[in-house]
């Protein structure tokens, strides 16, 4: 059952009758109505009447109308203003830049702009890689989107993909101390994204694309790849497929099975589901079998683009057909990231014994939780309210610090199995059960152990900058 949450949060200012039931009345009316009192204030007080604050989660927009209007018919009580306290911490925006040198004199002009900063200006013109150095790019990633696949939106622009990529950029700085801006696009013009995208490039030490709709998503980061050197990533693609990986590693130690004896149905070959299955055979599974809305993916299958040819070619060893319900038969592991509601327990009772469902259609999952995990050993969402909880948020931001560290020209598939193993390493063997197979977004120890993970590989494989390639001034010079 849905709870009220902070997502729907008010905070009514009240004018009441300075009664000694006053503070009993307006809460008792509140809990009446359902809302869930967070906060209480007197802002004001005088003999015939006192002023609060009172702040309270509802279920929806319409529940906290039913709330307020709830306080409004007290006897006596005027709701003067209601508050949404989601939009109250957007307003303005969510974050800024900030100077991190001092200007408080003309010296201080002097080296931070003209005439000192032509010199480094030179420097960089000479001898360009310094510009990881001397610039914001060593630290800077753009969260780069057109607005077309925003949350379970849909396509609503760019303007309105704002608030999100913000919210992205605080995550990132929050998380990793990288320094992430929006860069919201408006065209959905493949080539206008590929092109814009590279003319912006020499600002950045990383690109993140972002709730960009497949299949382009796909041929955008190919071509960026292809054309930048700086790392480019697609979060819902690869941070996804990371966070799977690390969480299937570690409940398949709950169950105590390896993936190589692993049958794994995919539901969803789109921009998630695509990357999850590359990377889940880099693990050579037994099997996958992938699903999409037209029932299983195979060989021979008509109408299929080239990227759901390819994974047709990689997967389904027996070259089953049929719908989702023929192919989660007998399986070890279930991943979707499709659609809600198109499995019923009688589905996961179908499945091996010891099954891992990792349900991750948002907001809605696949099958309700609380149903498969009468049939199945471990169960995942992406819901904040249930445990295991799949969020992007546990490898972005660790991700792209261990690649700025690194200063890193490309991303490859063993960073990001790096990155997977790093996040379920976190969980300790003595801690791993059925509710803890990937650690909360708030352990420090995650973005570290990420960073330091991807670092490395970076170093191994010879993607890193080399150290000391800087001209100039010595790195200790600072
Ligand atoms: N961390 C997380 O929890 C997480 C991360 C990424 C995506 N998701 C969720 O996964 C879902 C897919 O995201 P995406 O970005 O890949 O979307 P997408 O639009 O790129 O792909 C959707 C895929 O689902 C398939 N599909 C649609 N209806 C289906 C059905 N009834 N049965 C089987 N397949 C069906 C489509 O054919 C397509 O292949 C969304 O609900 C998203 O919120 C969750």
Redesign the pocket.
């Known amino acids: 059952m849905a709870m009220p949450g902070p997502g729907y949060s008010i905070t009514m200012r009240i004018a009441a009758p300075p009664s000694a039931t006053a503070a009993g009345d307006l809460t008792t009316a509140v809990g009446k109505a359902g809302g869930v009192i967070t906060a209480f204030d007197v802002v004001e007080s005088a003999a015939g009447l006192m002023v609060v604050d009172l702040s309270a989660n509802a279920l929806s927009a319409d529940h906290a109308g039913l709330i307020t209007e709830a306080v409004g018919s007290l006897p006596g009580v005027e709701v003067r203003k209601v508050s949404d306290r989601t939009f109250l911490v957007h307003l303005g925006g969510k974050i800024e830049v900030t100077s991190k040198v001092p200007l408080r004199n003309r010296d201080d002009l002097s080296r931070a702009y003209t005439p000192g900063v032509a010199r480094v200006c030179r420097a960089i013109a000479d001898n360009p890689d310094d510009a990881r150095r001397l610039t914001i790019k060593r630290n800077t990633v753009a969260v780069v989107t057109d607005g077309t696949?925003v949350?379970?939106l849909g396509n609503i622009g760019p303007a309105a993909a704002l608030p999100v990529m913000e919210g992205k950029a605080a995550l990132f700085k929050k998380f990793a101390g990288v320094d992430a801006w929006p860069v919201c696009l408006d065209t959905t013009d493949t080539e206008e994204i590929i092109r814009t995208v590279q003319l912006i490039a020499p600002v950045y030490g990383g690109i993140n694309l972002e709730d960009i709709?497949?299949p382009r998503?796909f041929e955008i980061e190919r071509r960026l790849r292809g054309m930048l050197d700086i790392p480019v990533f697609h979060d819902?693609q690869h941070?996804?497929a990371i966070?799977?990986v690390a969480a299937l590693r570690n409940a398949l130690r709950v169950v105590g099975k390896d993936i190589t004896n692993c049958r794994i149905v995919v539901?969803?070959?789109?921009?998630?589901?695509?990357a999850i299955i590359r990377l889940l055979l880099k693990q050579t599974p037994a099997d996958i079998v992938a699903?999409?809305?037209?029932g299983i993916v195979h060989r021979g299958r008509e109408g299929m683009d080239p990227n759901l040819a390819e994974v047709a070619g990689k997967t389904n060893k027996d070259a089953q057909t049929g719908t989702?319900h023929d192919a989660i038969v007998g399986a070890d592991v279930f991943i979707?990231?499709?659609?809600?509601n198109?499995l019923t327990g009688a589905d996961i009772r179908a499945m091996n014994s010891d099954a891992v469902v990792f349900a991750?259609?948002?907001?809605d999952p696949e099958i309700d939780p609380l149903e498969a995990q009468q049939y199945a050993a471990v169960v995942a969402?992406?819901r904040s309210d249930f445990p295991n909880?799949?969020?992007?948020v546990l490898a972005f931001p660790g991700v792209f610090r261990g690649l700025l560290d690194a200063q890193a020209h490309n991303i490859t598939d063993d960073m990001l199995l790096a990155a997977a193993a790093a996040i379920a390493d976190v969980v300790a063997p003595d801690q791993v059960n059925a509710s803890y197979i990937v650690p909360s977004v708030f352990d420090a120890k995650v973005s570290k152990a990420v960073a330091a993970a991807v670092s490395r590989v970076a170093h191994e494989q010879g993607h890193a900058a080399p150290a000391a390639s800087f001209s100039s001034v010595g790195e200790d010079d600072d």
């Open positions: 696949a949350l379970g709709a497949a998503c819902d941070g996804t966070v799977v539901s969803g070959v789109g921009a998630a589901g695509n699903v999409d809305i037209n989702i979707g990231v499709s659609a809600p198109i991750l259609a948002n907001p969402t992406g909880q799949i969020n992007n």
